[in-house]
């Protein structure tokens, strides 16, 4: 144990004190004061995690133990953090691309009302605050709890134009979706609960969850795999509950970069990373992990080729480079999916980033059929966009190369089937970011003559972070160059080794021959290039700029899923709920109950009837009972 | 200690008939309010045992004494009474009575009520709060009301009254049934074995009359109602301290007394529990009355809880001991946030409503976090309640069935939040109209009460370890209590 | 004398009782019918009695008393009861200019 590590919950400490600066003090702060705050207590938060960094990187690693959060019977759920490998690295994309974003926000949203501004920040750093815990957490519960935290900070930022009922809707569904998940992800830790009494990760004396996997049946482990996962589509965007990531766009475009793109929809695939030993124990998962994540990476780079938004472009790509991630998980590729994290995180905040300084000068205009020729206009975001858009298609020696290539091989090694959908989704990926990128800054301009008039480059506030991540994505893959382009300098791979080290002892070291690799290396090397090239010949003369037909139209309607979950979710819940409240709760339940005070009513009604007054009837009716009694008793006589 | 803190309120409330100008027995209300408060922390905080039991002959022919005292659930249901009435005395200050004086008696002797429910230890005096706690509320209901307050009340007190008479029907068998004819605590927990259809028959009874009180589906159709039409400090007092009673009853009177058939007809409640959370999350779906939203909501948060009794664990009982606090609290902040709106409003109509995070942002903040704690969020109060409960039955043993019902279950999370989130929507978010146009944000004593309830909600949240140590003496002794009897 | 006859007797006379209770309407006659079957029991008691004594007197010299006792407590209460009614019959008479029973149904309003 060491003194800084002891330190650690500094990191969430900067970030919950900002929040409640801001979102106290909102109405005397001035715009530049609070920027200050809020992105301040990221970059310190940056600070302390370069310095977990640089002690975990010297091999020392521990938990800092907080308090007790809930002790009853056996179960003890230490607040605690963990720093590791896994979660320093996650701190650094966190804090580092967090604090690069805040920047970015302080001009991007400068034409708000100052409280409202200081409300927009203290979401900001209530969102970091959460997604340091969920990387943090030394268990499953303190992990839930930043997991919770970033679906309640995405709802409240997706919704922070709060006036707009459709924005409102569109964070209401992701809330919800997400909930779908957590119920997953609940219910998996409730089974641990009841299987190993315990729900921290992993315990000196190797009384954690992950030090007793041996202590599970197959059943057990594929069903706390398989629920955890549940929690992992919801809050990652895998199908069946990808939908309200697109729909998410609603919020401010940093917003989208933070959230939906770098780091919260990530907290899936570090959930994964996290329990990588139960994964890999469970082969039934990993082919629902592989597939799943291979279906939705193909399934939203379809939706993603016929999109008109800027951003719905950018937030199915999302989508789909997630799937990606998973498809690495479920193959086993660990590092692979963690490197993918890190690279998208640089390269996906980039576009976002690009696309917010974009809208910003287009005044909030964000169809790209009324864009075009904005490279003359827009000189920095131009490079820097088309830096993101050649890092993402996965040319070499861009960053989303490496990553996305390290992924591929593994696929191709647990199956040939995985590796050939994979490359096919990635040239998907290259035409339909080059048709987004050639659509946007090639050609002619086609907006109106008072926005060609306001055209304007954002001023450096909003573009020091584009270059900074620009470089990033450029030279972020250098830390994971493979084995056979350059003998031991994937560096990432042998800094994160400890973590996955139990793992990769379970799973059979396959290698795949040099020749095979090189070869899978250049097929998706020069389909992207050539996807590329088609993509822009294409795009920069003749934008799509009509209505699509046909097959099209689905696509852009994105396959009608959301149409289809409607009818089959959305319209029977209402109907249940109505029919419960206006049949069922009135007409039965009620009923019933009104019934039975009206039927005492009733009969009194009748009884009554007996009192007539009359002297004799009474006598009469007692005379007749009295020999009713008396008959009985002779009969009831043994 | 006990004695205190039931002769307070009953003796001021007495006094309070007497007080005719408004704002001197409003005062008087809060001060004596306060003074049971202080009271109900000093009971939480003493170290001396001796001060937390009392007992007195009361009626020694029929073997019943005045026996009072404080357990850690005890404790902490009177705390909960303690806060809620001078939180429900600051909040409606600004509300206007007819004959304030007999308004505010009524409220007190409630609360006496109400106390004495939570610290009788003999059966016949619980007997006795119970109704004394029932009566006032009757007559707030039927005077103060609304519309429909006639039939309502009426209604309300009938079924009531029915489950009532039930439990007391019940208490005289078993007290029947005692070895020394004594209606004490103690000699209930020592009944013999009784034959199983007895214990049927017995735990029927006392099912019922607590059931009607949480209240449990199918038996929960005087709620909504009653929480629509009373004034709203009463429904405050029925919703965030009157139900525990039911919660608590059973966990007093019925499961350790009758440990075996709990056992054996568990499930039967369970089911009803589980049922009961699912539908009234549906129903609460369709509401457009926010007084009726929440009524539904409570109605499920109850479920919860009787389901983690019936299928019970030491985690599970924890979680309903904490939770039984933890929604006191929150269906207070909720219901003052709609008394706010009606108050300004005029009406409690979701659909009629829109756009009040911009005329009163702090009434929104506020509002969210209570609709967090509404939805168990972690770092609220009711996360914690609500992990420890479906934890619990999910890994409770003493049912078959126990995975079937935390799966099910948890299902109304995800329905909590469609409604929870819908209801802010509706009411917060989205553009003014011109109801809403000339809202503004709410008064200091008001801000006070919700930031006090909120400032709690998320301290309990973060660190619920102070609670959780209270009650725990009491769930191990309750737990072993029905092991006693059960293999 | 058997006992039977006795028993016989009393019967008889109560049943006329009962049948004239039910059957007449006039207040009077109700009551005399009344009287007639307290007066039943009391010679059925009275009966019972002797009997009792002739079987029991010579061992316990007081066998068979109190049921004359009772015959007296009964004739006592009998002639309060009709200071009583008779006093509710002249009042009704005052009232109503009748008095048939059945004009009494009226409490019932």
């Given amino acids: 144990m060491n003194n800084i590590i002891d330190l650690a919950w500094l990191v969430p400490l900067f970030p919950l004190a900002g929040f409640l600066l801001n979102g106290l003090f909102r109405n005397s702060l001035s715009r530049p004061l609070t920027g200050i705050i809020g992105s301040g207590a990221v970059l310190a938060s940056f600070v302390v995690s370069v310095l977990l960094f640089l002690e975990v990187k010297k091999g020392n690693t521990g938990v800092a133990h907080l308090f007790n959060f809930i002790e009853v019977d056996k179960l003890t759920i230490p607040f605690a953090f963990l720093v590791d490998q896994l979660s320093s690295l996650f701190l650094l994309i966190i804090t580092g691309v967090g604090f690069l974003i805040h920047v970015y926000s302080a001009a991007y949203m400068k034409e708000e009302e100052p409280p409202h501004f200081a409300r927009y920040f203290s979401y900001l750093n209530l969102f970091v605050f959460s997604m340091l815990l969920l990387v943090m957490g030394s268990n ?37 979706m997400n909930r779908i998940g957590d119920l997953g992800f609940l219910i998996a830790i409730f089974w641990m609960i009841a299987k190993l009494g315990t729900v921290t990760f992993s315990t000196p004396d190797s009384g954690g969850v992950l030090d007793k996997v041996g202590d599970l049946t197959a059943v057990d482990i594929t069903g706390i795999t398989l629920l955890l996962f549940v929690g992992a589509t919801g809050k990652s965007a895998q199908i069946p509950l990808y939908t309200w990531l697109p729909d998410a766009m609603a919020g401010p475009t940093p917003v989208s970069a933070l959230i939906h793109a770098a780091t919260m929809v990530t907290a899936g695939i570090y959930m994964v990373a996290r329990s990588n030993i139960l994964y890999t ?46 498809l690495g998980l479920g193959v086993g590729a660990y590092t692979g999916a963690v490197f993918h994290v890190m690279t998208h995180a640089f390269f996906k905040a980039l576009l976002f980033l690009g696309a917010g300084s974009v809208i910003h000068a287009m005044h909030h205009e964000q169809d790209i059929r009324k864009m075009g020729g904005l490279k003359r206009y827009l000189p920095i975001t131009h490079i820097t966009f088309l830096v993101g858009c050649i890092a993402i298609a996965g040319i070499p020696p861009f960053s989303g190369f490496f990553s996305k290539d390290e992924i591929l ?20 990926t290259a035409f339909y970011m080059f048709r987004l990128y050639a659509t946007t800054f090639l050609g002619s301009f086609r907006g109106t003559e008072e926005q060609k008039h306001h055209l304007h480059e954002s001023p450096s506030l909003m573009t020091i972070p584009l270059i900074v ?11 994971g160059i493979p084995e056979v382009l350059m003998h031991g300098a994937h560096s990432l791979g042998d800094f994160l080794a400890p973590v996955f080290a139990a793992s990769a002892e379970k799973m059979e070291a396959h290698s795949i021959s040099h020749s095979t690799e090189y070869l899978l290396m250049g097929v998706t090397v020069i389909g992207a290039a050539i996807a590329i090239f088609v993509a822009t010949a294409r795009y920069r003369r003749n934008p799509e700029l009509g209505e699509p037909t046909g097959f099209g139209k689905i696509l852009a309607n994105k396959w009608y899923v959301d149409e289809f979950y409607q009818w089959l979710i959305v319209r029977p819940v209402n109907w249940l709920a109505k029919v419960l409240n206006s049949f069922v709760e009135k007409e039965f339940i009620d009923w019933l109950v009104n019934g039975v005070g009206k039927l005492v009513n009733y009969s009194s009604r009748q009884v009554r009837l007996l009192q007539s007054g009359q002297v004799g009837s009474y006598v009469l009716l007692m005379v007749l009972s009295i020999l009713v009694f008396l008959v009985l008793q002779f009969f009831i006589k043994k | 200690m006990p004695v205190l803190l039931i002769v307070i309120p009953l003796l001021s409330g007495l006094i309070a008939f007497l007080v005719k100008q408004e704002k001197s027995v409003k005062s ?14 000093m009971a939480l905080t003493t170290k001396n045992d001796s001060w937390l039991h009392y007992n007195l002959p009361w009626l020694p022919e029929l073997g019943s004494s005045f026996n009072v005292g404080l357990d850690g659930m005890g404790k902490v249901l009177c705390l909960l009474t303690g806060i809620s009435f001078p939180v429900i005395f600051i909040a409606t200050w600004n509300n206007s009575y007819r004959k304030p004086n007999n308004f505010f ?148 009177w019925l499961v350790p007394v009758l440990p075996t058939a709990s056992f054996q007809f568990g499930d039967n409640p369970a089911t009803l529990c589980v049922v009961g959370m699912l539908y009234a999350s549906f129903v609460a779906m369709q509401q457009d009355d926010l007084k009726r939203l929440f009524a539904y909501s409570s109605i ?17 009982m924890q979680g309903v001991m904490i939770q039984m606090f933890n929604h006191g609290i929150n269906i207070l ?11 300004q409003m005029g009406t409690r109509k979701m659909s009629e409503l829109g756009g009040l995070a911009q005329k009163a942002p702090v009434l929104g903040i506020l509002l969210v976090v209570l609709a967090l704690a509404n939805v168990a969020l972690p770092l609220t109060n009711a996360f914690i309640g609500e992990f420890l409960m479906f934890a619990g039955v999910f890994t409770s043993l003493a049912s078959k069935y126990h995975y079937i019902f935390a799966v099910v279950g948890a299902i109304s999370i995800i329905l909590s939040a469609v409604y929870t989130f819908n209801m802010i929507q509706k009411v917060f978010f989205g553009n003014t109209n011109s109801l809403t146009a000339g809202a503004r944000d709410i008064r200091l004593n008001e801000k006070l009460v919700l930031s006090a309830l909120v400032v709690m909600i998320i301290a309990i949240g973060v660190y619920p370890k102070p609670l959780l140590e209270i009650t725990q003496g009491a769930v191990d002794t309750l737990i072993s209590k029905m092991m006693i009897k059960n293999p | 004398m058997k006992i039977e006859y006795y028993i016989v007797l009393s019967i008889a006379l109560f049943c006329i009782g009962i049948v004239g209770v039910l059957a007449r309407r006039n207040a009077i006659i109700i009551f005399m019918c009344i009287e007639l079957m307290l007066n039943a029991v009391n010679l059925l008691l009275v009966a019972f009695s002797k009997m009792h004594h002739a079987a029991k007197g010579a061992e316990v010299a007081t066998a068979g008393v109190d049921g004359q006792l009772f015959v007296f407590f009964i004739m006592v209460v009998a002639a309060a009861e009709v200071s009583v009614g008779l006093a509710i019959i002249v009042m009704m008479y005052r009232n109503v200019h009748s008095v048939d029973v059945n004009f009494l149904n009226r409490l019932k309003h």
Avoid at chain 2, 31 to 37: E, K, N, P, Q, W
């Fill in chain 1, 281 to 326: 124990s469970s082969a039934i998962t990993q082919t629902v992990v592989a597939g799943i994540g291979l279906a939705t990476a193909i399934l939203a780079a379809t939706i993603a080729l016929k999109q008109n938004d800027i951003k719905k472009v950018l937030a199915y790509s999302t989508v789909s480079q997630l799937g990606y991630m998973f």
């Fill in chain 2, 105 to 252: 008696a009524l409220m007190l002797l409630s609360q006496a009520g109400l106390m004495g429910v939570f610290v009788a230890m003999d059966a016949l005096l619980f007997y006795f709060f119970w109704e004394l706690a029932l009566i006032p509320v009757y007559f707030l209901c039927s005077q103060w009301g609304g519309e429909r307050r006639i039939p309502v009340t009426f209604k309300f007190f009938i079924y009531t009254f029915v489950g009532s008479l039930l439990m007391l029907v019940a208490i005289i068998f078993l007290y029947f049934q005692t070895p020394d004819k004594s209606f004490s605590i103690d000699s209930f927990y020592a009944v013999a074995q009784m034959s199983p259809g007895t214990q049927a028959w017995l735990f029927v009874l006392l099912f019922l009359a607590f059931a009607i009180k949480m209240p449990i589906f199918p038996f929960h159709t005087w709620q909504p109602d009653t929480y629509e039409q009373s004034p709203t400090a009463v429904t405050m007092v029925l919703s965030a301290v009157m139900v525990k009673m039911g919660v608590f009853g059973i966990l007093r």
């Fill in chain 2, 300 to 316: 499920a948060h109850m479920g919860l809880m009787g389901l983690a009794i019936f299928v019970p664990s030491n985690m599970g």
């Fill in chain 1, 469 to 479: 991540l620009a470089v990033l994505s450029v030279i972020g893959g250098w830390v």
């Fill in chain 2, 333 to 343: 902040g909720l219901w003052i946030v709609v008394e706010l709106i009606e108050r």
């Fill in chain 1, 140 to 176: 499953y519960i303190v992990l839930f709890i930043g997991w919770e935290g970033v679906g309640l900070c995405s709802y409240l930022l997706i919704g922070y134009w709060f006036k707009n009922t459709e924005y409102n809707n569109a964070a209401k569904k992701a809330f919800i």
């Fill in chain 1, 409 to 428: 091989a593994a696929a191709y090694l647990r199956n040939p089937l995985y590796y050939v959908l994979g490359a096919a989704g990635a040239l998907l």
């Fill in chain 2, 28 to 41: 008087w209300a809060l001060l004596s309010s306060i003074v049971s408060l202080v009271i109900s922390v």
